[in-house]
């Protein structure tokens, strides 16, 4: 279904009923049916809702689109659903999206997990030196579109892991990065890439929620980002898994619904 935020449309799947919902943000490229093998791993009792972040999926072009004015927009979707409490799941991007959130509005957060996340970048000096690299990709995608931009992103190293996937998940997954617009992944990019978002790290000691950090043991950056993170954070718990890289939830879907299912229910 389509809800409206303001003057922003967008695309909610909702399945199954129970107190605390357990709503899904995806990563860049990616789309909420990225979670699809993870939530038929989940036990049928537990309500799922999954949303296709701006410039993604169904959700479509929705002009640039901030941190901030994504946080506030989630807060009016929840609002337009009835729900006060949720346990929210992040993925990359959408882990800092999560994060971000709960650093807003975290009266809506029970509970919250995050996925090769990070809380941004610390300097100035870094997040400018970001800002460039993903104004290349904006370059690449206005130019010679989405194919030739997204056969360059599954080259980058984060992704390495997922050649080990079946031809089959691995095209698949190509299907769906291919899906979306070089104006909706530009306008991503541009308003919720890391050089652009807030820098979480000197208010983490501040989060007084229940936080699960997941990492791939073999997704090295992210696996020190997170070890990081977990010092700073007040109630944070931290599971690295085995042989795998930065998405975990398509490189063993049913251990990562495992891993969520024990720490929300």
Known sequence: MRVAAGPRKYWIEDNGESNIPLVFLHGFTGSSHTFDEVISSLPPSVRTITIDM????????????????????????????????????????????????????????????????????????????????DQAFINKLQSQGVEAFINDWEQVPLFH?????????????????????????????????????????????????????IVGQQDEKFVQLNQEMDKQLPQSTYSEVKGVGHAIHVEEPRIFAKIVEEFVV
């Open 161 to 213: 892991t997922q050649r080990k996937l079946s031809e089959e998940v691995q095209q698949r997954i190509r299907r769906e990065r291919l899906s979306h617009t070089a104006v909706g992944l530009s306008q991503s990019l541009e308003g919720m890439g890391t050089g652009k978002q807030p820098s979480w790290w000197n208010q983490l000691p501040d989060l007084n929620k229940e936080v699960l950090l």
């Open 54 to 133: 701006p410039g993604h999926g169904e959700t479509g072009e929705l002009g640039i689109t901030t941190m901030e004015q994504f946080s506030r927009d989630l807060s009016v979707l929840l609002n337009k659903l009835g729900l006060s409490k949720i346990d929210l799941v992040g993925y990359s991007m959408g882990g800092r999206a999560a994060l971000s959130f709960a650093m807003l509005y975290p009266g809506y957060i029970d509970k919250l997990i995050l996925e090769s996340a990070s809380p941004g970048l610390v300097s100035s000096e870094q997040q400018l030196a970001r800002q460039a690299k």
